[in-house]
């Protein structure tokens, strides 16, 4: 009996101990992740944060928080969804994502898989995985509806299509996507940040150029204040020149100092790089969106006998509305080879 209970015993000690260690692996993984996250951060936006003692003490809780949205919007994409020629024919989402197979042939081809297919000519996977993106078109037109026994002309319709494929995030699997499309993100919601900070140094830019006009205007209007001009206008007319020159660059000072808060030294900067990736759900999210269309892409009411179900998943940007996005995976086979582009160049031009 005791034998048993002291086997017992080691068995679940080394249970809680394996679990512990991969637990201490998971966590020093993490942990490497995010300091490799951080000084990613630091390169992008100005590398002498790094002569800062506590840039990584500062940025860490933020870059953390980035990553984890991330996470977040990396799981919310939707797929992956089969693209080929008999998925077009079958599936609403396919067909609607693209006007023909053709279509499907020059989004799988362009420059994200060319160049993967370059950087992995042994990889022998038939299928390989992307994330699509496209711009949603909706138009207006009059078709003809069967109302009854009765074909109804003139009829106001909405159709749905998609332009400016691209693909982003291409692999062999799904993990090797998954991991591409994470770091393009984290890239992506960095630069958004490093642009606020941007815009904050053109303005400075700007003021500081219409500061540096007026002040030499200033300079030579000075002399003339009580002086004899006998060719121009008189004292009285440059000094109220000289008062407008004062007042206009009172204003610019004082917006110039407005603008360059928290940009006047790299501890000032770090501070404001902080701000701006601290709320990264606001700078990007994604909406999802149903929708019923019949197979010629019109969007019809739910309760058609024709129309079928769509979910899309947008981007956006604040209040800016961006392009959807959809993993999907696609033979190949369809990609379109450089002998078929370099003939499609020849015909092009022989026409």
Not at 138 to 156: A, I, N, P, S, Y
Not at 339 to 345: H, I, K, P, S
Request: charged share 30%; with cysteine; glycine share 6%.
């Amino acid at each position: 009996m005791m034998t048993k209970l002291i086997t017992s015993l080691s068995l679940w000690l080394e249970t809680v101990w394996s679990r512990m260690k991969v637990r201490g692996a998971e966590r020093r993984l993490r942990e490497r992740s995010l300091e490799l996250a951080v000084e990613r951060v630091v390169s992008q936006s100005n590398p002498a944060l790094r002569g800062l003692p506590s840039y990584r003490r500062r940025l860490k809780p933020v870059v953390a928080r980035l990553l984890e949205h991330v996470e977040s919007l990396e799981a919310h994409l939707p797929g992956p969804t089969d693209v080929d020629p008999a998925s077009w024919s079958a599936d609403p989402l396919v067909n609607v994502l693209f006007g023909n197979v053709e279509c499907i042939r020059r989004a799988v081809s362009g420059p994200a898989v060319r160049d993967w297919l370059k950087a992995n000519p042994i990889e022998t996977s038939d299928h390989l995985y992307g994330l699509l993106v496209a711009w949603p078109r909706e138009r207006t037109q009059l078709g003809m509806e069967l109302v009854g026994d009765h074909v109804q002309r003139d009829v106001k319709q909405r159709t749905l299509s998609f332009t400016d494929h691209e693909l982003f995030g291409v692999g062999a699997d799904l993990n090797e996507t998954r991991r591409s499309l994470a770091r393009q993100i984290t890239d992506l919601l960095v630069s958004i940040g490093i642009g606020h900070i941007a815009e904050q140094e053109e303005r400075m830019v700007d003021i500081e150029t219409a500061l540096r006009k007026l002040r030499i205007k200033l300079k030579v209007i000075n002399p003339r204040v009580g002086g004899a001009d006998l060719v121009l206008a008189g004292s009285s007319h440059h000094l109220a020149e000289r008062e407008r020159l004062e007042r206009e660059i009172k204003t610019l000072e004082k917006d110039l100092a407005d603008a360059s808060r928290g940009l006047g030294d790299i501890e000032q900067y770090l501070n404001r790089l902080v701000e701006v990736l601290d709320h990264p759900e606001q700078e990007l999210m994604l909406e999802r969106m149903t929708l019923w269309v019949d197979r010629m892409n019109i969007v019809r009411d739910r309760a058609d006998p024709d129309a079928r179900q769509i979910t899309l998943v947008r981007a956006r940007r604040r209040d800016q509305p961006g392009r959807i996005a959809q993993l999907i995976c696609f033979p190949r086979g369809l990609v379109i080879s450089a002998e078929e582009r370099l003939a499609a160049v020849e015909r092009h031009l022989a026409k």
